[in-house]
């Protein structure tokens, strides 16, 4: 198959563009940064050349949109917004445009749409699950987060394409041993003691596997009846004292510094990166991949941390990884 990928040139985005490539399929990357072999240019916002790369091609999976990893300040979070909804607007318009439109759009979205978990009594699911943005006692920028998720889904559910299937991925914190990736980050605090709970860890953790992103893209592509929201976590988040524990335990850390509310705010002020990231309680479960029949290959988090914390000794290493690099 023919599979663009705008915004590939992320952590999640490399680690999707390997695994397609290693079956043998063509993968064309769009980079607001100068390309490189395999990706072409655009702006994210305007039609242009690239858009004939998506006329023809089989699948696309749109990822592009500002990191996560900043202070939710109002200039990031306004583009946040920005660069999520402008781009999702204009891949729906080179597809509507396209005289072979793609088989199946696959729009990245994140599982940070729902509420905040501890006000609720069940997991959220892509079935039945709550939507955030107005519980009582959060940050208002928390809600603002919510909009965002929101605002981005809403371009994928307005564009004109009868011929495409559409999915919004409800993605979870995918886990990659790259460097400056998620589990890059808590892994250096749990190996600097600082691994234990924040504001007592009774906040729940979703994640998901870079295999089983990776996976679960593929699953999607080839089910012609998955559309709609699907949410890409793993089935068993974790609360965030266990998660740590468990991360520390695939390290060899026998102990981890707990954090208050505040301690966590200046540490994240310090890394430049935000406490919702932290604080808030995702409890994300993966409804209608697994009963779609979706096995995932990491479904628990203390295989799962062994298994990343192996491949980063190899990558620290320099060794070669069995993922092809």
């Given at each position: 198959?023919?599979?663009?990928?705008?915004?590939?040139?992320?952590?999640?985005?490399?680690?999707?563009?390997?695994?397609?490539?290693?079956?043998?399929?063509?993968?064309?990357?769009?980079?607001?940064?100068?390309?490189?072999?395999?990706?072409?240019?655009?702006?994210?916002?305007?039609?242009?050349?690239?858009?004939?790369?998506?006329?023809?091609?089989?699948?696309?999976?749109?990822?592009?949109?500002?990191?996560?990893?900043?202070?939710?300040?109002?200039?990031?979070?306004?583009?946040?917004?920005?660069?999520?909804?402008?781009?999702?607007?204009?891949?729906?318009?080179?597809?509507?445009?396209?005289?072979?439109?793609?088989?199946?759009?696959?729009?990245?979205?994140?599982?940070?749409?729902?509420?905040?978990?501890?006000?609720?009594?069940?997991?959220?699911?892509?079935?039945?699950?709550?939507?955030?943005?107005?519980?009582?006692?959060?940050?208002?920028?928390?809600?603002?987060?919510?909009?965002?998720?929101?605002?981005?889904?809403?371009?994928?559910?307005?564009?004109?394409v009868p011929r495409t299937r559409k999915v919004a991925l409800r993605a979870a914190i995918?886990?990659?041993?790259?460097?400056?990736?998620?589990?890059?980050?808590?892994?250096?605090?749990?190996?600097?003691?600082?691994?234990?709970?924040?504001?007592?860890?009774?906040?729940?953790?979703?994640?998901?596997?870079?295999?089983?992103?990776?996976?679960?893209?593929?699953?999607?592509?080839?089910?012609?009846?998955?559309?709609?929201?699907?949410?890409?976590?793993?089935?068993?988040?974790?609360?965030?004292?266990?998660?740590?524990?468990?991360?520390?335990?695939?390290?060899?850390?026998?102990?981890?510094?707990?954090?208050?509310?505040?301690?966590?705010?200046?540490?994240?002020?310090?890394?430049?990166?935000?406490?919702?990231?932290?604080?808030?309680?995702?409890?994300?479960?993966?409804g209608r991949l697994t009963a779609a029949g979706y096995e995932f290959r990491h479904p628990?988090?203390?295989?799962?941390?062994?298994?990343?914390?192996?491949?980063?000794?190899?990558?620290?290493?320099?060794?070669?990884?069995?993922?092809?690099?």
């Amino acid at each position: 198959m023919k599979i663009v990928i705008p915004g590939g040139t992320g952590q999640v985005g490399a680690a999707l563009s390997r695994a397609l490539r290693a079956e043998g399929h063509e993968v064309v990357v769009l980079t607001r940064q100068r390309a490189g072999s395999g990706q072409i240019s655009w702006d994210g916002e305007h039609l242009g050349p690239w858009a004939a790369e998506i006329d023809g091609s089989d699948v696309v999976i749109n990822l592009a949109g500002r990191s996560v990893n900043c202070r939710y300040n109002k200039t990031n979070l306004t583009q946040m917004m920005r660069s999520r909804v402008r781009s999702a607007r204009v891949v729906g318009r080179a597809i509507t445009r396209a005289a072979s439109p793609p088989r199946v759009w696959l729009q990245m979205s994140t599982a940070t749409i729902y509420a905040d978990a501890r006000q609720a009594t069940a997991p959220n699911d892509d079935v039945t699950g709550v939507i955030g943005g107005d519980e009582d006692g959060i940050p208002g920028y928390w809600a603002f987060s919510v909009d965002i998720a929101q605002a981005w889904e809403r371009e994928l559910d307005e564009a004109e394409v009868p011929r495409t299937r559409k999915v919004a991925l409800r993605a979870a914190i995918v886990m990659t041993p790259d460097r400056g990736g998620a589990f890059d980050v808590l892994s250096r605090m749990a190996r600097l003691g600082l691994g234990g709970p924040v504001a007592g860890g009774d906040q729940y953790v979703s994640w998901v596997h870079e295999d089983d992103f990776t996976g679960a893209v593929r699953f999607i592509i080839a089910d012609d009846a998955l559309a709609g929201p699907v949410n890409l976590a793993s089935p068993g988040p974790e609360r965030q004292r266990d998660f740590m524990r468990e991360l520390r335990a695939a390290w060899g850390v026998p102990f981890g510094l707990p954090a208050t509310t505040w301690m966590a705010e200046v540490g994240a002020f310090a890394i430049r990166s935000d406490t919702e990231l932290l604080l808030k309680s995702r409890r994300v479960v993966p409804g209608r991949l697994t009963a779609a029949g979706y096995e995932f290959r990491h479904p628990g988090w203390p295989h799962a941390a062994r298994d990343l914390a192996g491949r980063s000794r190899l990558q620290g290493s320099g060794a070669v990884s069995s993922r092809g690099r």
